[in-house]
Nanobody, 131 residues
Framework: QVQLQESGGGSVQSGGSLRLSCTAS?????MVWFRQAPGKEREGVAA???????SYADSVKGRFTISRDNAKNTLNLQMNSLKPGDTAMYYC????????????????????????????WGQGTQVTVSS
């Protein structure tokens, strides 16, 4: 049974860094980090497909880096220059099926995977950034 397990969340001051990790059993075609802040909709933050192609939300571009270690079945999200607006619960999600839809952070956009395509989710890890 596929399981996703996040780690690495915590509290940090504005400008600080955190590194999130997600271990997955298997080799997903597409993996995405989502986040959801209180009172806001869940949004895709960063995505990476099976050949290492990455995609980022404009709000995190240049500050966050997504990577995957296929040998260790691990997905990482390096978050630098954190801002209070990055405060949210962060989730990793995986799609183990090939799809004509692109693997991009703008989940739900035309031609991009939908949230329902991600059959496996982690339990979430909290990131809190104080000013």
């Amino acid at each position: 049974q596929v399981q996703l397990q996040e780690s690495g969340g915590g509290s940090v001051q504005s400008g600080g860094s955190l590194r999130l990790s997600c271990t997955a059993s298997g080799f997903p075609y597409c993996m995405v980090w989502f986040r959801q802040a209180p009172g806001k909709e869940r949004e895709g933050v960063a995505a990476i497909d099976s050949d290492g192609t990455t995609s980022y939300a404009d709000s995190v571009k240049g500050r966050f880096t997504i990577s995957r270690d296929n040998a260790k079945n691990t997905l990482n999200l390096q978050m630098n220059s954190l801002k209070p607006g990055d405060t949210a619960m962060y989730y990793c999600a995986a799609d183990f099926y090939a799809s004509w839809r692109s693997c991009r952070s703008d989940v739900g956009a035309p031609g991009t995977r939908q949230e329902g395509d991600f059959g496996y989710w982690g339990q979430g890890t909290q990131v809190t950034v104080s000013s």
